[in-house]
């Protein structure tokens, strides 16, 4: 049976959310945590890769009213359809993009936290969610070594001190939701959708959070060589880049 959420008058924001599961890494923290996040969302929209383990596919779809299966294209594909996938239902709510192996670890480690930033109107069409020091520093090395050079180039680029895009999670207006869903295309959306924001004259801010930080269900298969564990992911940040420099 799916969860009912009660709406009440602070709920003032939707999640938007991917899952690519498909050792159900996630399964046990579905269980535990969806009913929180159907009480502190409005609405949460879940686009569920097609390599999904079925067992996470199935609670997902007893646990959150709005589920889509979607075929498994890259990260970049599913967080375009997820945004998508909202813009189907006319809502005027602002919207917080998040990986959902990221607000499953936020909403275990620093629930209070996500309700104060979920209870809280946008200053800003675009808001960077990145991560504190101690957030930031949690992840693993190679992460750290490259992305801070990601984020630097970022932060010239955007006129934003310390600016931490590669964190992956963002809260934006509807209004903006809707024109970056309709004009997405680059290959990674991390520096492409404040990119989009900026291009339309909107206002872009940023906020650290200790949510963001890095647990177990977090983790992607690295190479087994170090060396190219590095290289791999001076490759990802090129490809984060390269839409501010086209």
Not at 32 to 42: M, P
Request: hydrophobic residues 40%.
């Amino acid at each position: 049976m799916k969860q009912i959420h009660l709406q009440n008058e602070r709920d003032i924001m939707i999640l938007a959310t991917i899952i690519n599961d498909p050792h159900k890494k996630l399964l046990d923290d579905i269980e535990l945590f969806s009913q929180k996040l159907n009480d502190i969302f409005s609405e949460i929209y879940l686009c569920i890769s097609d390599f999904t383990d079925l067992s996470v596919i199935h609670l997902c779809k007893e646990m959150f009213s709005n589920t889509k299966i979607i075929e498994r294209k890259g990260a970049a594909h599913a967080r375009r359809s997820v945004l998508n996938f909202v813009a189907e239902h006319d809502s005027s709510e602002d919207i917080m993009y998040c990986d959902f192996d990221r607000v499953l670890t936020w909403i275990k480690m620093f629930p209070g936290e996500l309700e104060v930033i979920t209870n809280k109107k946008l200053d800003s069409d675009y808001v960077v969610l990145g991560r504190t020091k101690e957030a930031f520093e949690s992840h693993p090395e190679s992460w750290q070594a490259t992305e801070t050079i990601t984020n630097k180039i970022s932060s010239k680029y955007f006129g934003i001190n310390e600016l931490d895009i590669t964190a992956g999670a963002s809260i934006m207006s509807a209004h903006a939701a809707s024109m970056i869903a309709h004009k997405s295309s680059h290959s990674h959306t991390d520096c492409e959708w404040p990119y989009l924001v900026k291009k339309a004259g909107d206002l872009i801010s940023s906020k650290k959070v200790n949510g963001l930080l890095y647990m177990d269900i977090n983790s992607v298969n690295f190479p087994e060589e170090e060396a190219k564990e590095y290289f791999s992911r001076l490759e990802l940040s090129q490809k984060i880049l390269s839409v501010l420099f086209k």
